[in-house]
């Protein structure tokens, strides 16, 4: 089995900092699928058994731990220590922290400190444009103020990242659409509305293009021909897009890393969403893009047990796969070691130049 070196979990949010009981956790294991049905919970799904699989040894219980057992463990261990074991018990020694999602998540500072790990931020564009909209009176001041929140954005986070697709057309909208768009927005909002807006969208993703830091994009938000648009549009000119695989899209996000100098791709919570076909999602993703293009990822949130879930299935996928290599002759031990330290953490740490912020 090839020996996984520490990861850099390049996609992430925070974790939730509250107590969950038995439904409000299995909520988190499939967000936004509605109620499971009848006679079933999404402890029965792929990601309920792989957190079955990997987390109760992380505190102490055997795998497979019924649900309730584990939950009662975790209770009794409390929230702070449960995260911490869970965390610490997955290799990442760098964390990329989305700090756009809403509710009461551990900041980059605080996800470092349960992981023991270093944490750097990437900047949700979305939050940046509801910010300066609080704070503005008039669409001039918007985008003043919006200009400036992505300048200073730029100058300490490690990315930006995006929710939304690139919109309805690639090309960067002229200043009369913005102004235009920005006033129906600003008209039209209450505080703290979300930017929805294709052309206010548009404005974000080209002002971040344009702002050197790397551009994270999710590669299921909008249709494919839209985002093979805006990475067309975008070549050139210095910036680099990491595609999030959202599965089934990983496919999609692979071919454009292979097709387009400047784009990247992750592995991304597809591989914990298959569970035990993960070294199969895997091995696609390695037939289809260049082996330096590639990075980890779990993209978890709100549940430690996401982190941990990404990350040791990840683990287990990539001795399998590049194990497999090299049983069969096809490669070096020495070749398989070096793709599993790229993928794992070196093509993050250049990418986002991790090492000079450190």
């Known amino acids: 089995m090839i020996e996984t070196p520490p990861l850099?979990?390049?996609?992430?949010?925070?974790?939730?900092?509250?107590?969950?009981?038995?439904?409000?956790?299995?909520?988190?294991?499939?967000?936004?699928?509605?109620?499971?049905?009848?006679?079933?919970?999404?402890?029965?799904?792929?990601?309920?058994?792989?957190?079955?699989?990997?987390?109760?040894?992380?505190?102490?219980?055997e795998p497979h731990a019924a649900p309730a057992r584990?939950?009662?463990?975790?209770?009794?261990?409390?929230?702070?220590?449960?995260?911490?074991?869970?965390?610490?018990?997955?290799?990442?020694t760098a964390y990329l922290v989305d700090t756009g999602e809403p509710g009461d998540l551990t900041g980059p500072k605080e996800l470092a400190l349960a992981g023991d790990a270093e944490a750097f931020e990437a900047v949700r564009l979305e939050l940046l444009a509801e910010q300066a909209a609080d704070t503005s009176g008039t669409v001039a001041a918007f985008l003043a103020n919006l200009a400036g929140a992505v300048h200073h954005a730029a100058a300490g986070a490690a990315a930006f990242t995006c929710a939304a697709g690139p919109g309805l057309t690639a090309d960067p909208p002229g200043p009369g659409e913005v102004r235009g768009a920005a006033g129906r927005w600003l008209a039209?909002?209450?505080?703290?509305?979300?930017?929805?807006?294709?052309?206010?969208?548009?404005?974000?993703?080209?002002?971040?293009?344009?702002?050197?830091?790397?551009?994270?994009?999710?590669?299921?938000?909008?249709?494919?021909?839209?985002?093979?648009?805006?990475?067309?549009?975008?070549?050139?000119?210095?910036?680099?897009?990491?595609?999030?695989?959202?599965?089934?899209?990983?496919?999609?996000?692979a071919r454009l890393a292979a097709a387009f100098p400047h784009v990247y791709a992750d592995t991304g919570p597809a591989l914990g969403r298959t569970g035990a076909g993960a070294a199969t999602v895997l091995a696609e993703l390695l037939e289809l893009a260049p082996f330096g293009k590639l990075m980890y990822s779990s993209g978890a949130g709100r549940l430690p047990e996401l982190h941990a879930v990404g990350a040791l299935v990840f683990r287990d996928a990539l001795g399998r796969v590049l194990?497999?290599?090299?049983?069969?002759?096809?490669?070096?031990?020495?070749?398989?070691?070096?793709?599993?330290?790229?993928?794992a953490a070196g093509n993050a740490r250049r990418v986002y130049r991790l090492d000079e912020r450190g």
Not at 30 to 54: E, I, N
Not at 70 to 83: D, F, H, K, N
């Open 323 to 343: 194990g497999g290599r090299v049983a069969d002759g096809s490669w070096s031990w020495r070749d398989a070691e070096r793709v599993a330290a790229m993928v």
């Open 8 to 61: 850099v979990d390049q996609y992430c949010h925070g974790v939730l900092r509250t107590e969950l009981g038995l439904g409000t956790f299995e909520a988190q294991l499939l967000p936004a699928a509605g109620p499971p049905a009848a006679g079933t919970t999404f402890f029965d799904t792929q990601t309920g058994f792989a957190v079955r699989r990997w987390c109760p040894p992380l505190l102490g219980l």
């Open 188 to 253: 039209g909002r209450t505080k703290g509305g979300a930017v929805r807006d294709p052309v206010l969208l548009r404005h974000l993703l080209w002002s971040a293009v344009s702002s050197g830091l790397p551009l994270q994009l999710r590669a299921g938000a909008g249709d494919e021909a839209a985002l093979t648009g805006f990475v067309r549009a975008t070549e050139g000119l210095g910036a680099r897009l990491v595609l999030l695989g959202e599965y089934p899209h990983h496919r999609h996000a």
């Open 70 to 92: 584990y939950l009662a463990r975790r209770r009794e261990l409390g929230v702070a220590e449960s995260a911490r074991r869970l965390l610490r018990g997955t290799g990442v």
